[in-house]
């Protein structure tokens, strides 16, 4: 067994993801690095990755999100930028989280859609949506309906 | 500011958000960050070693495969320091920390045993459904804000 | 230097085991590479949709898109691992249908294991050595017929064998109790070498196999050091003289027992070990001691016996001595107790091990327990087939050594 020295100790790291019309990971990469004041930043195909003290990545995605607060996204991540740990290179395939991530920007456009909506509207005037752990019986209305159209 | 346990625990739009409306998402990046930024002995490439699924027989018994209680060494402490949950219950293609079916199901039961304010909701499919998504988290989390400022 | 073998891993939970490193690291020692198919989501949701097998656990969901695009050829690879967590029952039906998939569909080699936190690299590294000379030795392996004068060592944890071969025939032959490996090793080579009518100068390669072949063959500077697998299935195949077409292999050893499906005399699907001490020859040793009788008596005797009189099954060598005692206190026959102590052992082989390959016919058994005649009749039971067992079945890694050694032999 060999000891293990951590790295970045005491830093965070963030994906700043872009799904945009407007803006390109590359123009975000721009603003990043104009304001980064020594965190690392690195651009990738979706997106920044951020790595810095805390505080830093705050302000930096705070003043990030501002480019197109409907359409960038940040989510925490465990490794450094870069790691050879999490590289594609070196593990032959994407790491199995990148899948989930595959499948959520399929999804993300609807939520920016909603985002840019309850700008206009008041969350409290929009209906919930269906609970998925309610599983209703068939109403008797309904039932009778459907009773009456197979004897007809 | 409330800490808000997501599932998926690897959601962008969840951790996103929760975050984006004042509130800290529990996340299985921020389990994972703890495990590589502490020293200890080598185990590539999460830094979980084999002493993680001793820990997670806390939350799991022995008969209970390795790996479900290796995660649930970077959930269980998670679910217990959480103050409310959103969980999204068709979140089929969630893989790497959220691939396994069985902890995942522990870990949902484990949240609705615990007496917190809890969402649950499923992937928006359509444009109306995003904007019925985005309004009832930002109303949830609205409301955990009053909450807080009222005690 | 050769480039590493690229062994595709599929598998669910070995990072959250703790024991990725561990696999990593035994691929590594054998110059072997893991590595993760790289597939799209798209690839995912289609292959596994196609896969017909409904799991609920995303990561294995994934492990058959990687088995898929890897049997499709959209991604190559030399060999498969396939691992998923001890005591997943979703996992365990995953593993063993794409094993089957990538057997039936593919040349790959694969094996598949089921870890716990405590697998080590150590557990793992017969298999991946297994796995990687597949895959690099395929022409060593295609070797048929012994030339020139070899000698082949089998260091095992029970016993150590050696064999002196000339021009494809068995002139000497030596065994004896595994105690100090090298003393042991170098007892058996004077046997057979004394057999043959022969010095050491006369021997023209030398190969080595068992869990001592790297001390052993360092010592003796051995052309070839291999694993018992393919060394195993290659003197198993020789011997039964069914070099060609399907095959499966099964030595229930000392300390652990390989199943191993053979197609031309190349493995395909192999398992070995995973079953407590109740399940090894170590506990028909054991049996044959209280009955008060040699081991190469418990065969004969327990042909005479019926094994349904007295119930016994258990998994460890403590449990299982004491229900021997107890039937015996109970008044039952040292027959019949002979007769279900071979039928444990290779009921719990079939259930443990050999779930985990294809059988195929024929079903060749070797190795110091196949001359157990009560053993080779319960197992034949089980599988409802006439098991081959070969001439100097309990030579079969010296054999297969000595069989292979002879492709080390420069022209004169």
Redesign the interface.
């Known amino acids: 067994m060999t000891d293990y020295t951590p790295t970045h100790v005491g830093t965070v790291t963030k994906y700043v993801v872009v799904e945009s019309f407007e803006v390109t990971p590359a123009d975000l990469a721009i603003r990043g690095y104009e304001i980064s004041n020594g965190a690392m930043i690195k651009e990738t195909c979706f997106g920044l990755v951020v790595n810095g003290k805390e505080e830093e990545v705050d302000r930096i995605v705070t003043e990030l999100r501002k480019v197109d607060p409907d359409h960038i996204f940040v989510k925490d991540r465990g490794f450094p930028p870069g790691d050879s740990r999490r590289c594609r290179a070196n593990l032959g395939g994407a790491r199995p989280g990148y899948h989930g991530m595959e499948y959520e920007m399929t999804v993300i456009p609807y939520v920016s859609h909603g985002l840019e909506e309850l700008k206009k509207h008041d969350a409290a005037t929009v209906p919930a949506p269906a609970d998925p752990l309610e599983h209703p019986a068939l109403d008797v209305v309904t039932l009778k309906k459907l009773i009456d159209a197979q004897e007809s | 500011m409330a800490k808000i346990f997501i599932y998926p625990a690897t959601s962008l739009i969840l951790s996103d958000l929760v975050s984006r409306h004042g509130h800290t998402p529990l996340s299985s990046a921020v389990a994972i960050r703890e495990r590589i930024q502490t020293a200890g002995l080598e185990s590539l490439p999460l830094q979980i070693t084999p002493e993680e699924p001793k820990k997670g027989l806390k939350w799991a018994a022995v008969e209970v495969p390795a790996g479900v209680r290796g995660r649930m060494s970077l959930y269980g402490p998670q679910i217990e320091q959480c103050e409310a949950a959103i969980i999204i219950n068709d979140a089929d293609l969630a893989f790497g920390c959220m691939g396994c079916a069985r902890t995942n199901e522990l870990i949902k039961f484990l949240l609705r045993q615990k007496d917190i304010p809890k969402l649950d909701l499923n992937y928006p499919k359509n444009e109306e459904e995003g904007v019925q998504f985005v309004a009832a988290i930002k109303r949830f989390l609205g409301e955990l804000k009053k909450r807080e400022d009222t005690k | 230097m050769t480039p590493p073998v ?1 062994i ?1 891993q599929l598998s ?10 561990e696999i ?1 690291t035994a691929a590594h020692e054998v110059n072997g590479e ?8 798209k690839d ?2 289609r292959d596994y949709d196609a896969f017909g097998l409904d ?8 492990a058959i898109a ?1 088995a898929k695009a890897l049997v499709d050829g959209r ?1 190559e690879a030399d060999a498969v691992f396939i691992a ?5 029952a ?2 365990a039906i995953v593993r063993n249908e794409l094993r089957r998939f990538i057997h039936e569909n593919s040349k790959l080699p694969v094996v598949s294991y089921s ?4 697998t080590t690299s150590g557990t793992l590294l017969t298999r991946m050595e297994a796995l990687t000379t597949i895959a690099r030795r395929r022409a060593l392996l295609a070797r048929e017929t012994q030339q020139g004068i070899t000698l082949g060592l089998d260091s095992g944890s029970a016993t150590t064998k050696a064999i002196v071969m000339k021009d494809n025939k068995i002139i000497g032959t030596g065994w004896q109790p595994t105690t100090e490996v090298l003393t042991s090793a170098h007892g058996v080579i004077e046997t057979a070498l004394a057999e043959a009518g022969m010095t050491m100068k006369d021997i023209q390669a030398i190969g080595t196999t068992g869990y001592g072949r790297f001390l052993v063959g360092k010592d003796l500077n051995a052309n070839l050091i291999q694993e018992e697998l393919t060394v195993n299935s290659k003197g198993a195949v020789y011997l039964a003289d069914r070099q060609h077409g399907p095959a499966t292999v099964i030595d229930i050893g000392g300390m652990d027992n390989k199943a191993i499906t053979v197609m031309d005399g190349i493995p395909g699907v192999f398992t070995m070990g995973g079953i407590c001490a109740g399940a090894s020859g170590r506990f028909l040793e054991m049996t044959a001691k209280r009955l008060g009788v040699d081991i190469t008596e418990l065969g004969p005797l327990s042909m005479k016996g019926f094994g349904g009189h007295v119930p016994m099954n258990s998994y460890c060598i403590v449990f299982g001595t004491q229900s021997l005692v107890n039937a015996l206190a109970a008044g039952s026959t040292r027959e019949d107790v002979a007769a279900a102590a071979c039928h444990s052992v290779a009921e719990q082989v079939f259930e443990q091990q050999l779930q985990e390959v294809d059988i195929k016919e024929p079903v060749i058994m070797v190795g110091g327990t196949s001359l157990i005649e009560g053993l080779v009749h319960a197992m034949g039971e089980l599988l409802q087939t006439k098991i081959v067992v070969p001439h100097h079945s309990q030579y079969i890694g010296a054999v297969g050594s000595a069989l292979l050694a002879s492709g080390f032999i420069k022209d004169e």
Request: glycine fraction near 4%.
């Open positions: 690229r595709a669910c939970g070995a990072d959250y085991s703790g024991v990725q490193h990593d893991i590595f993760f198919p790289d597939i799209a989501l995912i949701r799991v609920k656990s995303p990561d294995l969901k994934l990687r991604v998923t967590c001890f005591r997943c979703e996992a870890f716990t936190e405590r």
